[in-house]
């Protein structure tokens, strides 16, 4: 398992962008997929994006796609997640996760590591 630690949370207006980072530590990070998942109050964590161990072939569940961008840098043990046109649905926890499978999924249970999240907020 891997440590992570995500940063790059706040408030924002909708429509506008942030980026959030998530920085591993441990051995083992060029190998894992890593995705990023989040939770709204009273509501399920729910998948949001995922990139391969290569940083080639991404995922990205179907409220966010085409409006957030996920990458990698494994030089830097560092993964990037780019949000643009925000809404005030986007509002939530955000985690980052890693998968030692490699694959870009988006099932909860292929990762074994978390961080402690970052809090989203879009105000209307």
């Known amino acids: 398992q891997m440590q992570l630690v995500e940063s790059g949370g706040g408030l924002v207006q909708a429509g506008g962008s942030l980026r959030l980072s998530c920085v591993a530590s441990?051995?083992?990070?060029?190998?894992?997929?890593m995705g990023w998942f989040r939770q709204a109050p009273g509501k399920e964590r729910e998948f949001v994006a995922a990139?391969?161990?290569?940083?080639?072939?991404?995922n990205y569940g179907a409220a966010v796609k085409g409006r957030f961008t996920i990458s990698r840098d494994n030089a830097k043990n560092t993964v990037y997640l780019q949000m643009n046109s925000l809404k005030p649905e986007d509002s939530a926890v955000y985690f980052c996760?890693?998968?030692?499978?490699?694959?870009?999924?988006?099932?909860?249970?292929?990762?074994?590591?978390w961080g402690q999240g970052t809090q989203v907020t879009v105000s209307s």
């Open positions: 996760a890693g998968d030692p499978s490699g694959a870009a999924g988006s099932a909860q249970i292929k990762y074994d590591s």
């Open positions: 441990g051995r083992g990070f060029s190998n894992y997929a």
């Open positions: 990139v391969r161990w290569s940083g080639e072939g991404t």
